[in-house]
């Protein structure tokens, strides 16, 4: 098994990526995704957050208010810590166990937004970072996300530079082009890291 770890800066293109990467037969860990399911209704990170954060991080639902919880971490390094504290040792725990379903001919491939900033790059065979223009991150965050420029400005430089994340790449992944030439990209890197 090649074990990859996929990151970039927040609207860089990852989960494009990580699409491309499972269409040519890749097996793609989330680890967004599964930093959701963590602490879904029910489970007991979502207990933790909340003997942690109080019950006014809930919606009516009972599930976490994320822009509440985010505007909260995003303020205060300290209750990120405490957040990441719940959060990653989970994630860590179930990205294991999916790891050990996989076969040994495979590629697996983990989407990991702050591999860089965390440090996780030991624990890959291949780190591969998407690399875009940071203009262009802050176009794509203030569309998809209805943030103002001011604000997208602010989450880009809150993440790794550029420089930091190619510096610890194995493979640097050009997204500055077309959805087209990305798939290119895409497909050269799916060759490389099934000849290894
Ligand atoms: P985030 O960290 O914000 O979750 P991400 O790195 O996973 O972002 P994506 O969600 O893959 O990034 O891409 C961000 C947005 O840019 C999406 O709307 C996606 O469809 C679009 N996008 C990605 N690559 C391209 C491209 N080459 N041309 C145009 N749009 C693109």
Known sequence: MVRVGLTGGIGSGKSEVARLLAERG????????????????GTEGLAEVVAE???EVLDPHGAIDRPKLGRIVFADEAKLEAL???????????????????????????????LVENGLEQRYDVVVVVDVPEEIQVQRVMRDRGEDEHHAWERVRAQASREQRCSVADYVVDNSGTRADLA???SRLWGKLTAR
């Open 26 to 41: 890749a097996v793609v860990i989330d680890a967004d995704a599964l930093a959701r399911e963590v602490v879904a209704p």
């Open 53 to 55: 954060f109080g019950p």
């Open 84 to 114: 990441n504290a719940i959060v990653h040792p989970r994630v860590a725990r179930r990205t294991e166990e999916l790891a050990a379903g996989v076969g040994p001919d495979s590629v697996l491939v983990e989407d990991i937004p702050l």
């Open 184 to 186: 290119a990209e895409v």
